[in-house]
């Protein structure tokens, strides 16, 4: 008899405790992408992104003509050039296509870099709005819909609303 009351006392703690658990979780979700594009300062991050890409990409077409001019030298006059010559021009093409090869890989790092650098800012201050919200309104979770991982939801919130708020967007 004893054993069965502890038992039912404790099936009965287990299950108030579960209950408890259940009620105390609220759901929310976002889009963040809707989000970044309405984030004050976006606009002009892109703008200055986008005069860096100009500036790296012009210097690699420079770099590119000069080595096609190179080739197109090297290929006319190859067959009148001396092994010494044309061993240093091949050597002379190497390297700048080395040179070329390299400042692609430098400049899409720097471009990351800068990326980063002009965003990193307007995604704190997203994710700042939301972790406010969240608190606010006793979001224990919030899902952003916009990565394709939530696949399904019941009994969620949308809070973009209630970011566009707290960020005083339209």
């Known amino acids: 008899m004893k054993k069965i009351l502890i038992v039912f006392i404790v099936a009965l703690c287990a299950l108030s405790a579960n209950t408890y658990a259940q009620k105390s979780i609220k759901l929310g979700h976002l889009n963040s992408s809707d ?3 309405i984030m004050p300062g ?3 991050a892109q703008a200055v992104f986008q005069t860096k890409v100009s500036e790296l990409e012009a210097v690699l077409t420079s770099m590119q003509e000069e080595y096609q001019k190179k080739f197109a030298d090297y290929s006319e006059r190859q067959a009148q050039m ?5 061993k240093t021009k091949e050597q002379e093409l190497l390297d700048l296509r080395q040179r070329i090869e390299t400042y692609q890989q430098n ?7 800068k990326e980063k ?3 990193q800012p307007i995604i704190d201050r997203a994710k700042a709005a939301i972790a406010e919200v ?3 309104n006793g979001y224990t979770y919030v899902f952003d819909t916009s990565a394709g991982t939530l696949l399904y939801q ?3 919130d949308d809070i973009l609303p209630l970011v566009k708020k ?4 339209k």
């Not at 001396?82 to 044309?86: A, K, P, S, V």
């Open 82 to 86: 001396t092994d010494l010559i044309r």
């Open 35 to 37: 989000l970044m594009q």
């Open 107 to 113: 400049a899409q790092q720097e471009l990351q870099e």
């Open 117 to 119: 650098e002009l965003l």
């Open 154 to 156: 019941q009994d969620s």
């Open 166 to 169: 707290k960020l005083g967007l």
């Open 134 to 136: 969240a608190k606010e």
């Open 42 to 44: 976006k606009d002009s």
